[in-house]
């Protein structure tokens, strides 16, 4: 109990960080927080050697590999690896939509459904249909699109994966891109080649210094729109900027 006291309602807490200025009540907590500023990660799992910066962090990670999952829901008995997920899980029981969207006050379930939404508010269009190029924010939506209205099937199956494709054009991409590495697309300038048109495309305006198109979160630049639009997806999914006034 003093113990508790101590660490918990105390006010002398002597182990101040130097960088945010939180304070600890013992020098362990201390130094386990600076590794958040520091980005140190000395846990290692012995199964995929991904390191981390916390013992607690890398249980929970060596879970998934074990296929251990002490966290069961009381509701469903659905059993969970992480304490984490199941609270999310839970949510699924009570109706809780705790993500709240900036734009228009909708809630949601989880961030994921939250970030498709989004999405749609900010008109952020990278997937587009096949056939009459309507563009799409989410790339289930063109999936959708191109099945209803235009009546696309995935006929055209790969004959070294199995897997499928709507055009015989993408296929003949996945062959080149994934099974024979042909890169078929050559640099006039560096004689570096690629496996599509598009990629030499966007690295020959590299070399005319016409990387136009920055990323206003990193700083990257891209030699079109749409390559921004796809690093902006794929890297800083969830840091969609909110809006303003």
Known sequence: MDQHIRDVHSLERAYKCGVCGKVFSTGGNLNGHRRVHTSEKRF?????????????????????????KPFKCRVCNLSFGR?????????SHTGEKSHLCVYCSKRFLNNN????????????????????????????D??????????LTKRFQCNLCQKKFSLRSSL???????????????????????AVSSKLKGHFLQHRNETQFRCLTCNCFFASSQGLKTHQTKIHRNQITPPTG
Not at 142 to 151: F, L, P, Q
Not at 179 to 193: D, I, M, R, V, Y
């Open 44 to 68: 290692v799992c012995i199964f995929c050697e991904k390191a981390f910066s916390h013992s607690h962090t890398l249980v929970d990670h060596l879970r998934a590999h074990v296929q251990e």
């Open 172 to 194: 003949n991409l996945h062959i080149r891109r994934v099974h024979t590495n042909e890169k078929p697309f050559k640099c006039n300038e560096c004689s570096l080649c690629f």
């Open 113 to 140: 459904q939250l970030h498709v939404h989004l999405l749609r508010h900010i008109r952020e269009f990278t997937f587009s249909c096949k056939v009459c190029n309507k563009e799409f924010a989410v790339l289930s």
């Open 83 to 91: 304490g984490a997920a199941l609270t999310q899980h839970i949510k």
């Open 142 to 151: 063109a999936k959708t699109h191109e099945t209803t209205v235009h009546g």
